[in-house]
DNA sequence: CTATAAGCTGACGTTGACGTGAGGTGCAAG
DNA sequence: CTTGCACCTCACGTCAACGTCAGCTTATAG
């Protein structure tokens, strides 16, 4: 498939695309005329770079764990690597958590008291 | 209490601080000679903020919400506006464990393959 | 053959939450 | 009274993940 449709599908811009593959992170063949070609395994791994990217992971961090993905073996250094971007993200999720508390205190303190408009 | 004990308190920078107020969030007195001061209570409002940036909201959006927890009174617009924070941030929480999910099935799949140094 | 839609390569612009450096002032201690 | 740290106000710098525009080429429908 070519730029566009894989945007669409990934539900990324056609920018994105060309920026991850300036990144490191989506390889593509080109054909004759010089146009990216993907192949359909790229959508879900497009899919897979947003939830990284949601996750707070930059794009090195997203590059240095895909040879994990690509080659499903890990070196010590990749393992720890991992374990790392995984309790950053539990970090991350009990902020997220603890500020929806806080959220949820403010709109049920205000939640009956209606002010002047 | 001056600038530097309140960043220190509330594990911020002097910088950010000072960026609060630029953004309307945080006022403060100021000394004889200039020197900002502030009361105790606002160690925990900057501890708001972080959380609020946390989850995602800008200071704008902050801004917009402070009047609810000042006043401990809302206008419907304002109960909109917190309703639609508190279900952006739940979107994220639930992309974030998304996420760690699939970190989880990278981390397991390549756990015990070990691969060349 | 010709529109025209889609793709290409630079390369500069954007945004938000600060970092950082310059150059000067305030304040408690000795 | 001076040392020295904390504080002050500009104001430019940063960084990442793209957005956007220019100018040109490729692919495809009619």
Redesign the interface.
């Known amino acids: 498939m070519r730029i566009g449709e894989l945007a669409r599908e990934a539900g990324v811009s056609v920018r994105a695309l060309r920026y991850y593959e300036e990144q490191g992170l989506l390889g593509s063949t080109r054909t004759s005329g010089g146009q990216r070609e993907y192949p359909e395994t790229a959508v879900e791994r497009v899919r897979?770079f947003q939830?990284?990217y949601?996750?707070g992971l930059s794009s090195r961090r997203i590059a240095d764990?895909l040879p994990?993905?690509d080659?499903?073996?890990?070196?010590?250094?990749?393992?720890d690597m991992?374990?790392a971007?995984?309790a950053e993200?539990?970090r991350?999720?009990t902020?997220?958590?603890?500020?929806?508390e806080?959220?949820?205190g403010?709109?049920a303190?205000?939640?009956d008291?209606?002010?002047?408009?």
């Open positions: 897979f939830s990284m949601a996750a764990i994990c993905m080659t499903g073996t890990t070196t010590a250094q990749q393992r991992l374990a971007d995984r993200l539990d991350r999720i902020e997220l958590i603890d500020a929806r806080r959220l949820d403010l709109i303190a205000a939640a008291r209606v002010g002047p408009s």
